[in-house]
């Protein structure tokens, strides 16, 4: 196992609410990433992370932020959501990078969580 | 800006044949590919990657691919197909920028590989 958990693993809301996705990880990993998977369209890239507070916007930024005030915490919010986002959203982490990342070196691939499945009637 | 095009919403192969699942990439700089697959309702898991090298690089399960360059390609490639290797395969890249870089990794839309008895 990675050690990356995902919470929560199922979520149903309304639109308009505000949502919360916490991804957790064990690994001490410099890199986080935030995807939501969609029928047609694969995996597409939200935002991610290369340390403590540093964030940059992925390929479907819009409608999402992210907090990382944590090493092992990386948060994804709908501010306000909408039908368009229900989907299946998988967080990610890579090593390397420095003195964050633990022995052996950064082999570049990704690390998946288990995936969070929000619908938004 | 990099990109992954997989043409191959599904591949449909007799088991103990060969299959191909096609991908390829544009990236700016040198790329780092990646293939991945899922089975049902779980996350991905890494299979090969690509960074520099040999144009054929081994990878899980028996799955190889190999890097072509000229083509832009990246094909995932197994010599004898198992009806246990059914599942979603993901083609991705990132633009190489060394080891200790943050960078993007975009994949593409994903291929369903279905294996017949």
């Known amino acids: 196992d990675a050690g990356i958990t995902q919470s929560p693993r199922h979520k149903v809301t309304e639109t308009g609410t505000p949502v919360t996705l916490r991804c957790h990880q064990t690994?001490?990993?410099?890199?986080m990433y935030w995807y939501r998977q969609d029928p047609g369209h694969g995996l597409r890239l939200i935002h991610y992370?290369?340390?403590?507070?540093?964030?940059d916007k992925g390929e479907v930024s819009d409608g999402y932020s992210v907090s990382r005030s944590k090493t092992e915490d990386f948060l994804l919010t709908l501010e306000s959501a909408t039908s368009s986002q229900t989907s299946v959203y998988f967080c990610?982490?890579?090593?390397?990078?420095?003195?964050?990342?633990?022995?052996?070196?950064?082999?570049?691939?990704?690390?998946f969580g288990e995936g969070s499945r929000l619908t938004v009637l | 800006a990099q990109s992954v095009a997989q043409p191959e919403d599904q591949v449909n192969v007799a088991e103990g044949n060969p299959l191909t699942v096609k991908c390829t990439y544009s990236v700016s700089g040198n790329p780092y590919l990646f293939w991945y697959v899922q089975y049902p309702n779980r996350g991905l898991q890494f299979l090969l990657k690509y960074i520099t090298g040999d144009n054929l690089v081994k990878g899980s399960y028996g799955f190889e691919a190999e890097f072509n360059k000229s083509q832009t390609s990246f094909h995932l490639k197994k010599p004898s197909a198992l009806v246990s290797d059914s599942a979603l395969y993901f083609c991705?890249?990132?633009?190489?920028?060394?080891?200790?870089?943050?960078?993007?990794?975009?994949f593409g839309s994903g291929t369903r590989l279905s294996i017949r008895p």
């Open positions: 992370s290369y340390g403590v507070k540093d964030t």
């Open positions: 991705a890249v990132r633009d190489w920028k060394g080891y200790s870089s943050a960078s993007k990794i975009i």
């Open positions: 690994e001490n990993h410099r890199y």
């Open positions: 990610a982490i890579r090593g390397g990078g420095g003195p964050l990342s633990r022995p052996p070196p950064n082999t570049g691939e990704l690390f």
